[in-house]
């Protein structure tokens, strides 16, 4: 009985609890998921940062030289490569462009910053070189395989590239190298143009071309930094790029030291001269420290023809001076280590060397080699005007020009008042 009346006061007991609570309304607090979600949600998803591209390129120059493969998946010879920032599309944002090297077939990426990330718009041009047009946000590249030459525009919306056009001429028709649109007439030199499977005129093809490449636009490609983790550090931190010295071993040939102070006025203004007098026949310009004193000299290729020539300039701190003319093809060579330059030159039957000596502004010819071939087919050699023996001509040769002494120069910048106001 008592064991009864316990259990009949305990039900009694939460009976009254129940409905006291009920009474009072009190609830047990429930936790709102949905509420939880949205907040986490806010709290991990940040707004765009257009001004984090430095940063985010920074990070990804460095990841190329800890080894690791580029945006489209494959690995760079990063000693051969080098980029550089560019608003292609004149966005505000920059894009980075990097050449996969600078030899033949090799092509330049370009990569873009959407806030958060680097993305890999896609590649174009060959040899490490391409050109861009911010104006009309386009990108233009030039390729040669064989008796082919291919000219594309791409457009470029900020994310990825579009061909927008394309044009091929071809010098043989038994050259062809097939592609779709393309269409043999038997011409000596046939043009063709995207959409069109019959070949074009010449100046049609012109015409077409030029009207998406103006004179103006920019060339990438021969001027980019290299890519190291100090540049890396220096693009994060703003600093000061630097490019590296063309004169090292292993250097990219697409790097160059530019002047600096007095020396960077005098020599922008004697360039626009000589843009301003060119003739359009490839002239072409580039810098080098050929006799160590910190100031580099200036080549500037005649054109790129067999009697074309390499003038070289110093700057004395008021006007820059004429040290020698050298060379032929538009190519020439310097020794940084013996401060010399050496250009060769070849006529029917004759090959010419000479060496100056790059001293206290002037240029001095220090040596001059001869090799005289005869109707029988017999060489004779001279050095410093003097016949000599074989023997005796290859050693002062090899002293001048023998394998590695040379580092060759004829010009990686366009002589174009644009492409002078680029570098300046």
Do not use: H
């Not at 470029?156 to 394309?166: I, P, Y």
């Not at 779709?180 to 010449?202: C, F, K, Q, R």
């Amino acid at each position: 009985m008592k064991a009864g009346k316990k259990a009949a006061a305990l039900i009694s007991a939460l009976i009254l609890i129940c409905a006291c609570l009920t009474a009072c309304e009190i609830k047990i607090p429930l936790i709102d998921k949905t509420k939880n979600e949205e907040t986490t949600v806010e709290t991990t998803t940040l707004p765009p940062d257009p001004d984090g591209w430095a940063a985010a390129y920074s990070d990804y120059l460095t990841s190329l030289c800890a080894g690791e493969p580029n945006k489209a998946g494959y690995d760079y010879e990063i000693e051969e490569c080098v980029f550089d920032i560019a608003d292609v599309n004149a966005d505000g944002i920059p894009e980075l462009l990097i050449s996969e090297g600078d030899k033949e077939a090799s092509k330049v990426d370009i990569c873009s910053y959407d806030g958060y990330d680097v993305i890999y718009a896609g590649s174009a041009g060959a040899n490490g070189e391409v050109y861009y047009f911010a104006e009309t946000a386009a990108v233009y590249s030039y390729e040669a395989m064989g008796a082919q030459e291919t000219y594309t525009v791409y457009s470029f919306d900020g994310s990825s590239l579009t061909e927008l056009w394309q044009g091929v001429s071809i010098a043989s028709s038994e050259e062809l190298v097939p592609v779709d649109y393309l269409s043999d007439n038997g011409e000596e030199v046939e043009y063709y143009v995207s959409g069109v499977s019959d070949a074009v005129p010449e100046d049609e093809f012109r015409e077409a071309w030029l009207s998406y490449v103006p004179e103006k636009a920019v060339a990438f490609g021969r001027d980019g930094y290299g890519i190291t983790r100090e540049n890396a550090i220096a693009l994060k931190n703003s600093g000061t790029l630097k490019k590296a010295d063309p004169n090292a071993p292993a250097s990219s040939g697409g790097q160059t030291v530019l002047p600096e102070g007095e020396d960077k006025e005098i020599f922008k203004n004697l360039l626009l001269e000589k843009a301003a007098d060119s003739v359009g026949a490839g002239e072409k310009f580039e810098f080098a420290d050929v006799d160590g004193d910190g100031s580099p000299e200036l080549f500037i290729s005649q054109g790129d023809g067999a009697n074309s020539a390499v003038e070289v300039y110093s700057s004395n701190g008021e006007k820059a001076v004429l040290l020698c003319t050298s060379g032929s093809n538009g190519k020439t060579g310097y020794s940084a280590e013996n401060s010399t330059v050496a250009g060769s030159f070849e006529t029917e039957g004759s090959e010419n060397f000479v060496v100056y000596k790059i001293e206290n502004g002037s240029g001095e010819t220090v040596w001059t080699g001869d090799v005289i071939t005869g109707g029988d087919g017999e060489k004779e050699y001279f050095s410093n005007g003097e016949a000599v023996s074989y023997e005796e001509y290859l050693e002062q040769y090899n002293a001048y020009y023998g394998e590695g002494i040379l580092t060759e120069i004829g010009g990686r910048f366009d002589l174009t008042e644009s492409e002078i106001s680029r570098l300046f």
